[in-house]
């Protein structure tokens, strides 16, 4: 039987922790998936701007897909989950099936209770938002569900766009989602913010320093209830006072000074 594909898409890459976690999670639930993602295997969402670009990277994913004889993609992107439906699927016959990650683990929930033996103690407030197709906002309350000590807090807010990259360049839209998310969480006496995409993660993490709440990943949780190690680098080096010390000498010489001083180091240092 031909492996599924774990496709993360391009813009996931900061985020290691999540990728391994995610491929270690569809191993254990014994469907084991084969992650893929980078520029080799992009939606051309980031070239919407320059259609034939876009449609020259997307049908060279969807080749790519087509010939490897997997029979699910597992997606986590929600920019690449409908770019499968509304444009990639469009111009090339689509061979296989595709689920986001959430809902195929989820389906795995009879394989994935007797797994969580850890307790973890958290009250959650899921980033929740509309305007995506993946199922998720059903998927991860449920997931949630199963770690013990975990309780899933609901609250009727949910944020406008699909991810939280989608506000970024709307003036004061992002701001507002964050202080309207924390104060929805205050409301409900979460403890933890709980993000579903990378993009919400990336966004929301500085709030463990701004307003004191914990913010993990819907997969962090489910890792914390099997009893497995991560560390959050990116959190970490967000929050830090000083990227540079964060990452390492070490680490910035072996991915290149000028490269980390150019392209990580204005994100993570951006304001809070």
Known sequence: MTQDLFWYGCNMTRHAE???????????????????????????????????IAEGMANRT?????????????????????????????????????????????????ALTPLMTQRFAARVMLDRHIGNRTGVNEAVPALMRLVPGVTVLEDEYRAPSYMCFGLANVPG????????????????????????????HRELVVLERTHGIRVLNWVHVLAEGLGWHYADEYKAWRNSDDPEAAIGAERIAAAGEDAVRKLAVPELARPR
């Open 62 to 110: 969807m080749d790519r897909f087509n010939e490897s004889g997997a029979a699910r993609v597992i997606t986590w992107c929600p920019s690449c989950h409908s770019n499968l439906d509304d444009f990639m699927g469009a111009a090339r016959t689509q061979r296989f099936d595709h689920l986001h990650l959430a809902q195929a683990v989820l389906e795995r929930s009879d």
């Open 173 to 200: 839209a992002l701001p507002a989602h964050k202080e309207r998310l924390v104060a929805a969480a205050r409301a409900a006496g979460a403890d933890t913010i709980v993000t579903i995409f990378h993009s919400c």
């Open 18 to 52: 999540i990728i391994r976690l995610s491929e270690r999670l569809m191993a254990a639930l014994g469907t084991p998936a084969q992650p893929v993602g980078g520029p080799a295997t992009c939606c051309g969402s980031v070239k919407e701007s320059t259609p034939r």
